[in-house]
C-alpha cells in the first residue's frame, strides 16, 4: 500500500483545514487506518484513528472534539477534518496502516506515507 497525504497548509487560529490521505497499490476498505503527527523537535504522536468500516473512531484528548476523521473506501480514501486549529497542532501529519495491536501506539502501524505539512499561526 501506498499512501499520500495532502491538504495541509498554513492557517490562522481558529481556522479549518481537511486533510485527505489517498491510498493506492490495493484496498484499504478492509483496513483500520490511523492519523499522526509529529512536531519539529517532538517525537510522532498519535492524532486519529478509524475501524475498516468507519464506525470506530478514536482521537487523542488533545484533538477530540475539534477533529473528525472518516473515510471513503468506495474511493480509497481517509481524511481529518481539523477544526478550531491552535499553534499547537502545527506539525506534519501522516496517515498510516494499522496492522494490530493499540490504535494508539505508532508502532501498530505501517506503509506510512509521506506527510502533509500544517502550520497555524497566532
Known amino acids: 500500500v501506498q499512501l499520500q497525504a495532502s491538504g495541509g497548509g498554513l492557517v490562522q487560529t481558529g481556522g479549518s483545514l481537511r486533510l485527505s490521505c489517498a491510498a493506492s497499490?490495493?484496498?484499504?476498505?478492509?483496513?483500520?487506518m490511523g492519523w499522526f503527527r509529529q512536531a519539529p523537535g517532538k517525537e510522532r504522536e498519535f492524532v486519529a484513528a478509524?475501524?475498516?468500516?468507519?464506525?470506530?473512531?478514536y482521537y487523542a484528548d488533545s484533538v477530540k472534539g475539534r477533529f473528525t476523521i472518516s473515510r471513503d473506501n468506495a474511493k480509497n480514501m481517509v481524511y481529518l477534518q481539523m477544526n478550531s486549529l491552535k499553534p499547537e497542532d502545527t506539525a506534519v501529519y501522516h496517515c498510516?496502516?494499522?496492522?494490530?495491536?493499540?490504535?494508539?501506539?505508532?508502532?501498530?502501524?505501517?506503509?506510512w506515507g509521506q506527510g502533509t505539512e500544517v502550520t497555524v499561526s497566532s
Open positions: 498510516a496502516v494499522r496492522m494490530g495491536g493499540i490504535y494508539n501506539s505508532s508502532s501498530s502501524y505501517e506503509y
Open positions: 497499490g490495493r484496498t484499504i476498505s478492509s483496513l483500520a
Open positions: 478509524i475501524s475498516w468500516s468507519g464506525g470506530t473512531t
